[in-house]
């Protein structure tokens, strides 16, 4: 472990002891690429928190704030069976058009991204299969991109050229991202993806946790669909079970994510499920325990 | 306390899978491998459905052992 993940996982111990012993469970998995990832990704995150005169501290509350909505969430969840949030709008205004729940949610998910096992094997599997894509690649879209970290990895890996435009409904998500890569081949737009001119097409399309934030999620697939090339790819990662603050879209099961692919008009090149505890599938079904699905799909 | 403490054992037992779980009133999380964030709250709502009984979101962060949980439990069983 890093003296500053020590140091992040003791700040974590004194607020939320039984969140933080959650945390350290993850810790016994973790092997090289993740310290090769985490290390100066680290770095990279404390330089702008420095350049706006704030420090790990500033993270970790952002962090704990993130955590103690999705806990009331999840206790709302698991008595009604039902995300509490309902239409598009009300999320809208309470949450990506406020930018202080908004700066704490999306610092709280950065740290989350090397915290949660299940986020950091998600992104690993995004980038460990990204370089197979390049070749192909003329032009990148990422559509809610929060804070920027999953861009972050391709513009490293894709050839200088390509261009890249980053779509996101929240001006905090865009401000972050773009404080995040200030890389100037970037175009940002503060959109809603409903709202982007269809009239673009894309190579690739990369869509991390955005799904689930929409009422109608067959119609954003089938629009995206008509967004790609011929041969071209969406990544994709949208969770079951997952009650947060503006998830709007219950995805019972993994099946019932792979139907809607498929009747979108996808078909799955590649997939992997990343379940957010350590349980057997009859546990995970049984408690209804979040489970991640990332896959690389083709227009069929 | 003593028959809400063997209930609320029950409950543990099943929500954490773990036969061998055996709680007193000075039992915490730091006692009980399995009782983390997540399996705290599935456990909040298995004990509110077992006695028919809703707890605030204060109760639910103010718990630091078992005892302190079967006061809550005892104070909402009174009320109704
Ligand atoms: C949970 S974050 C995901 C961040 C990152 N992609 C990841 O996977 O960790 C969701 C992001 O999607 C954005 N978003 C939600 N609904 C959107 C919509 N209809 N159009 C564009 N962006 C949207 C939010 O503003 C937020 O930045």
């Known amino acids: 472990m890093t003296s500053e993940i020590e140091y992040i996982l003791s700040k974590i111990e004194t607020d939320s002891p039984i969140h933080a012993k959650k945390l350290k469970k993850n810790f016994a998995f973790f092997d090289e690429p993740y310290y090769d990832f985490t290390t100066p990704f680290l770095k990279k995150y404390l330089a702008l928190l420095a350049s706006e005169n704030k420090t790990l501290d500033f993270a970790v509350a952002c962090y704990l704030n993130m955590i103690a909505d999705m806990n009331s969430e999840t206790v709302a969840f698991f008595r009604t069976g039902k995300y509490s949030s309902t239409t598009f709008s009300e999320v809208n205004e309470r949450v990506y058009a406020n930018p202080e729940i908004m700066e704490y949610y999306m610092h709280g998910l950065l740290l989350s991204q090397f915290l949660w096992k299940h986020h950091y094997d998600s992104f690993r599997f995004f980038y460990e299969n990204l370089p197979k894509y390049v070749d192909n690649t003329q032009n990148y879209l990422e559509i809610g991109a929060g804070h920027g970290l999953y861009l972050n990895k391709a513009l490293s890996v894709f050839d200088e050229k390509t261009p890249f435009t980053v779509v996101d409904i929240s001006q905090t998500s865009i401000d972050l991202a773009r404080k995040f890569n200030t890389n100037n081949k970037v175009a940002f737009v503060v959109k809603d993806i409903f709202d982007f001119g269809d009239s673009d097409t894309f190579d690739f399309i990369c869509m991390g946790e955005v799904l689930e934030h929409v009422e109608e999620p067959l119609k954003l697939l089938q629009k995206l669909r008509k967004m790609l090339t011929s041969g071209g790819t969406l990544f994709l990662t949208t969770p079951t079970n997952a009650p947060a603050i503006d998830h709007l879209y219950l995805f019972n099961n993994v099946q019932e994510i792979r139907d809607l692919i498929t009747e979108a008009g996808f078909s799955i090149e590649s997939e992997m499920e990343f379940p957010s505890e350590q349980a057997s599938p009859e546990k995970i079904e049984k408690y209804k325990i979040a489970v991640l699905y990332g896959a690389f799909l083709k227009v069929k | ?80």
């Not at chain 2, 630091?64 to 104070?75: A, R």
Request: proline share 0%.
């Open chain 2, 1 to 80: 306390m003593k028959e809400l403490l063997a209930q609320v054992n029950e409950i543990f037992i099943d929500v954490l899978d773990n036969e061998d779980i055996v709680l007193s009133e000075t039992t915490s999380a730091n006692d009980v491998d399995e009782w983390d964030s997540l399996s705290h709250i599935q456990l909040i709502v298995a004990i509110e459905r077992h006695f028919k009984i809703r707890f605030t979101s204060k109760e639910i962060q103010s718990w630091n052992n078992i005892g302190e949980m079967l006061t809550s439990i005892q104070d909402k069983l009174n009320q109704n």
